[in-house]
C-alpha cells in the first residue's frame, strides 16, 4: 500500500506492507519517505534565499510543476512490482496538489498498464474511526485527526488512560486534546516555523528570507544581526507557543495528571526538549495514522 499524506506546503509518502497483519503494528515506518516540497504561502518571495539542500528522498517544487508528482509517484512505486495493484491511500489538506497527484498517479497507472480506477483511497474524517467533539468536525484538517488517531493507538499500546496532547509541526503548528474518553475535542492552530519565516520575508521590506534549517535548537539570545533576531523571535514563538497551550491544557484538567505529549512533524524535535515530560516524538505521525485507518 502506497500512503501519502499531503499538507499545505509539500507532501510526504511512502510504502508499507500490509499482507499478513491483523493489525498495524505502530513499528516505525520502515521504507523511504519520499517528500516534495513548496512555498506554502503561494507567492512568489522576491528575495535570496539559500538553495534548500536537495537530497535522493526530497525534491523542492513549485506546487504546479507536474513533473514533481511525476517524481513523487515514480519513486514510490519502483518499488513495487509493476503489474501489483497496491493501492494508494491519501489525506489531503489542499485541493490543488490532491488534483496534482491523483493525476500523476492516473498517467503512471496508465503507463504501467495497471489502472484501476478503485485503487486510490481519499481518506475523510469518517475513515479515521475516532469521536470527535467539535463544532463543525467535516472542518477539521484530516492531518490533525489522524495524528490523534495514531497518538491514540501509541497510548493504547502504553497501556495510558489519561488525556493526550497531540502536537504537530508543521506549515501550520496544531497543538489538539484528546480527552480521557479517547476524544478528538479541537485545539489551536499557530503558523509554523516555515511559515513564519516566509510571512515575514513577503510582507516586510528589509527582512531576509531565511530557510528553515536556520532555526535550531537554541539560538543565541540577543541576536546580534538581523538574521539572528529572526531565528531568536520564530524559534520562541514556536516552543513557547506550544508550551504556553500544553500548561494551558494540564491546568485546565489537572485532576488527570500530567497527559502526555505526543510531538511529531518536521519541527517537533525543536519543540520536544522545551515541553516538561511526560513528552515523546513520533516520526510520520500522519502516515501512521493513516495506516491505521479503515477507508472502506
Known sequence: MFLVDIGNSGLRACKINCEGRKEFDFATISSPVYKLSWSSIGQEISKHRKPPDASEHRLWTHIDDDQ??????????????????????????????????????????????????????????????????????????????????????????????????????GTALTVDWVDSQRRFQGGSILPGVGLALQYLAAGTDQLPWLPTDSIDRLPRLPGKNTEEAIAAGVHASLVGGVGYLVERYRAEDAQSGQAPVVISGGDGRLVLEHIPAPATYIDNLVLLGLALCDPS
Open 68 to 169: 514533481g508528482y511525476d517524481w513523487l509517484v515514480h519513486q514510490v512505486t519502483h518499488f513495487k512490482p509493476s503489474k501489483d495493484p497496491s493501492p494508494w491511500r491519501i489525506a489531503s489538506v489542499n485541493r490543488k496538489a490532491l488534483d496534482r497527484l491523483l493525476g500523476a498517479i492516473e498517467k503512471n497507472s496508465k503507463r504501467s498498464d495497471r489502472h484501476n480506477s478503485s485503487s486510490v483511497q481519499i481518506v475523510d474524517r469518517r475513515s479515521v474511526g475516532i469521536n470527535i467533539q467539535v463544532d463543525y468536525p467535516d472542518k477539521v484538517g484530516i492531518d490533525r485527526l489522524l495524528a490523534a488517531k495514531a497518538a491514540i493507538h501509541w497510548s493504547k499500546i502504553q497501556g495510558l488512560d489519561k488525556p493526550l496532547i497531540v502536537v504537530q509541526a
